[in-house]
C-alpha cells in the first residue's frame, strides 16, 4: 500500500533553513506528481508546491516562492523541501502528498510539525 | 490565483441526517475539484475527486455534484465517524487553492 513518510521537521529560528524529506513506498515514484501542504496550529490546509513527475516543472504558493524549493529523487523515492528564511508565519504541519491525474492529490503523508521561533 | 469559498463553515447535524455543504470558485474550474475530508489530528484523505467521482473505498453515502464555479458535497445518513472538517480544492490551474474548510458537528 502507499505509504509517505515525513522527517526533518523541528524547532528553526526565524531566518533559518530546514530540509523536510518524504520518503514513499507502495507505487512507482518517477510516474507521478508530487506536492506539498501545510496547516498552521488550528488553520485550514495551504498548499505549497508541486513538482512534476519527472521533476521537470515545479509550482510554488506565492508565500513561499524564492524561500523554498521542492526536488525529488527518484533513484531513493524521495520527496524534499528545501525551507530558507523562514518566518514565524512557516509554522505549520507540513504534508506530503501524492498525486494523480496531474495534480490531483489522492494520498497524504501523517505530516511532520515545523515551529519557527526564537 | 483562483479563490475557494465553502459555506457554511460549520454545521451541526445529527446521525441520519442528510448535510450538504457548498464550495465556489472565483472563476471556472470546469470539473476540477476534490473534497477532502480531515479529523482532528489526522492527514486529510481524499473523498471526491472530479467534482463526482467518488474515491476508491469512500463510502457511498458522500457524493458530489456541481460544475464550473459551483460544487456541493452531499452526505445521506450521517454516520458517527462523519464528523469532522471537510475541505475542498481546486485542481484546475496553480496555485491549486483550498477552501477555508466546513467542521461538522454533532448537535
Known amino acids: 500500500q502507499v505509504q509517505l513518510v515525513e522527517s526533518g521537521g523541528g524547532v528553526v529560528q526565524p531566518g533559518g533553513s530546514l530540509r523536510l524529506s518524504c520518503a514513499a513506498s507502495?507505487?512507482?515514484?518517477?510516474?507521478?506528481?508530487m506536492q506539498w501542504v501545510r496547516q498552521a496550529p488550528g488553520k485550514g490546509l495551504e498548499w505549497v508546491a508541486f513538482?512534476?513527475?519527472?521533476?521537470?516543472?515545479?509550482h510554488y504558493a506565492d508565500s513561499v516562492k524564492g524561500r523554498f524549493t521542492i526536488s525529488r529523487d527518484s533513484s531513493r523515492d524521495t520527496l524534499y523541501l528545501q525551507m530558507n528564511s523562514l518566518k514565524a508565519e512557516d509554522t505549520a504541519v507540513y504534508y506530503c502528498a501524492k498525486s494523480r491525474h496531474g495534480p490531483l492529490i489522492d494520498k497524504w503523508g501523517q505530516g511532520i510539525l515545523v515551529t519557527v521561533s526564537s | 490565483d483562483i479563490q475557494m469559498t465553502q459555506s457554511p463553515s460549520t454545521l451541526s447535524a445529527s446521525v441520519g441526517d442528510t448535510v450538504s455543504i457548498t464550495c465556489r470558485a472565483s472563476?471556472?474550474?470546469?470539473?476540477?475539484l476534490a473534497w477532502h475530508q480531515q479529523k482532528p489530528g489526522r492527514a486529510p484523505k481524499l473523498l471526491i475527486y472530479k467534482a463526482s467521482s467518488l474515491e476508491s473505498g469512500a463510502p457511498s453515502r458522500f457524493s458530489g455534484t456541481g460544475g464550473g464555479t459551483g460544487f456541493t458535497l452531499t452526505i445521506t445518513s450521517l454516520q458517527p465517524d462523519d464528523f469532522a472538517t471537510y475541505y475542498c480544492?481546486?485542481?484546475?490551474?496553480?496555485?491549486?487553492?483550498f477552501g477555508q474548510g466546513t467542521k461538522l458537528e454533532i448537535k
Open positions: 513538482i512534476r513527475y519527472d521533476g521537470s516543472a515545479q
Open positions: 472563476q471556472n474550474i470546469h470539473s476540477w
Open positions: 507502495g507505487f512507482v515514484f518517477n510516474s507521478v506528481g
Open positions: 480544492q481546486q485542481y484546475d490551474s496553480y496555485p491549486y487553492s
